[in-house]
């Protein structure tokens, strides 16, 4: 008998699982919001330099694209027939006040122009703040909003490292309540930093904990459901970090502040930590690890909670010992990363599996992590991207369910790449659908 047996002996997938799942797939959704949080946090607003008369340093603030003629005066005008965004008049163009002068790329360069001396004025209108206007991420420093999304992705790759280690260490329970605890911690210390390179570090710390509570969650769910019931529960996990999607471009429509945002989305998860307490490990692990009496005990737990106690006191160490004794034999030889590449079927796999999981993140995350580049309204194109997933992640379920895994990665697969390529032939002047084209390669 196998340990599958064991769980369905006890309730299979009964009133435990479905709360646990429950439990589990909250935090996933909520921290599904701090990865796509630099959408709203960091995005940027209009902006152009702030008008100056350079004799006494004088600097003109209440003077906007919106509110003023005079702006013509001090900052050129772009293709766009808007006010340029990183050049003003090196002296002032009073002359340009006349409605029938015109700027053109020519003779503005005629006119001396130099980047912005007196920092820059934002428009309010859709963000009252992002980290972009607090900081003056922009012209020059543009590229800083890039970088820290690109440290965020990287404590990301950190924490799969680290959190995967610990959870093979010392269980699936212990790493997943730190995570909760670092990513309160560090999401609410986030929304009071002074400066742009603290808050790197604290969002390197929050993409840590991304890893952790993802892969620890779907952990728990895995080990504590029957074989039957796995396909459904993971994929539960893939509906609610949609969900978190959704739920961010409500949340970011109401908090326009990047700081008050940015706490919204953080101090629910000390709730998350407090709550935390109560789940059991993995008895997987614990048997793995020599440890069956507190796997015994959490075991008849469930039992009772699945209406089972009587078969969950025929339960014993040696009963469960038996049913574990392949895998803890196996447990026993020690394996490194490197045993993935040692025999030329893993190693076709492992290199299969890296090659997909680089495209799909590459694609999808390339397109989900800046959403204001679409041009359209940031928070109905958010929306999209998480209603696009549902019936993404819906049919994915259930293909793997009847046709099988590989038969679901290499249709999705074939579909994501043909959706790439006709992207590529769709007019200008058609670009507001391309969020159409962003399915996620579940």
């Given amino acids: 008998m196998a340990f599958n047996d064991v769980l369905e002996s006890i309730g299979g997938v009964g009133r435990f699982q479905i709360s646990q799942v429950i439990f589990l797939v909250i935090p996933v959704c909520l921290i599904a919001c701090h990865n796509f949080l630099q959408n709203f946090t960091a995005a940027i607003p209009d902006y152009h330099c702030k008008p100056s008369i350079q004799g006494n340093q004088t600097f003109i603030s209440n003077i906007t694209a919106n509110e003023g003629i005079l702006l013509k005066a001090f900052i050129p005008t772009g293709q766009n027939q808007k006010p340029e965004k990183c050049l003003q008049f090196a002296t002032i163009q009073w002359h340009l006040l006349n409605p029938n002068t015109t700027t053109t790329t020519e003779n503005v360069t005629e006119m ?160 998350a930590f407090l709550c935390s307490w109560k789940l059991p490990e993995s008895p997987r692990w614990l048997l793995l690890h020599n440890k069956s009496h507190r796997a ?68 999808y995350y390339g397109l989900a992590m800046d959403v204001q580049k679409f041009g359209l309204n940031i928070y109905i194109v958010q929306m999209m991207f998480g209603a696009l997933d549902l019936p993404a992640v819906l049919l994915a379920t259930f293909t793997m369910i009847f046709v099988g895994r590989r038969v679901t990665i290499a249709g999705f697969f074939t579909v994501g790449g043909l959706m790439v390529l006709v992207n590529m032939f769709v007019p200008e002047e058609h670009r507001e659908r391309h969020p159409c084209l962003g399915l996620k390669q579940t």
């Fill in 296 to 363: 015994v005990r959490n075991l008849k737990k469930v039992a009772a909670i699945n209406g089972k106690r009587e078969e969950g006191e025929k339960i014993t160490q040696q009963v469960l010992n038996s049913h574990m004794q392949t895998e803890t034999t196996k447990l026993k030889s020690s394996h490194t990363i490197f045993d993935l590449f040692r025999t030329p079927a893993l190693r076709r796999i492992t290199c299969c599996l890296m090659v997909i999981w680089f495209s799909s993140s590459f694609s």
């Fill in 112 to 271: 001396h122009t130099q980047p912005c001396v007196g920092g820059w004025v934002y428009d309010t209108t859709i963000f009252e703040s992002t980290i972009v206007s607090e900081w003056d991420l922009v012209c020059d420093l543009q590229t800083l909003r890039d970088v820290a999304q690109s440290i965020y992705m990287a404590g990301v790759l950190a924490g799969a490292i680290v959190y995967g280690v610990l959870s093979d260490r010392f269980g699936r329970r212990i790493p997943l309540i730190s995570s909760y605890l670092q990513i309160a911690i560090t999401g609410t210390s986030t929304a009071f930093l002074p400066s742009f390179s603290s808050y790197c570090v604290f969002r390197f710390m929050a993409g840590m904990t991304f890893s952790g509570i993802v892969l620890n969650s779907f952990s728990l769910i895995l080990e504590w459901t029957p074989t039957k019931g796995r396909t459904v529960a993971g994929a539960c996990l893939g509906y609610f970090v949609t969900f978190g999607q959704i739920i961010l471009a409500g949340v970011a429509y109401k908090i326009r502040n990047w700081r008050w945002l940015q706490l919204a989305v953080s101090v629910p998860f000390f709730i």
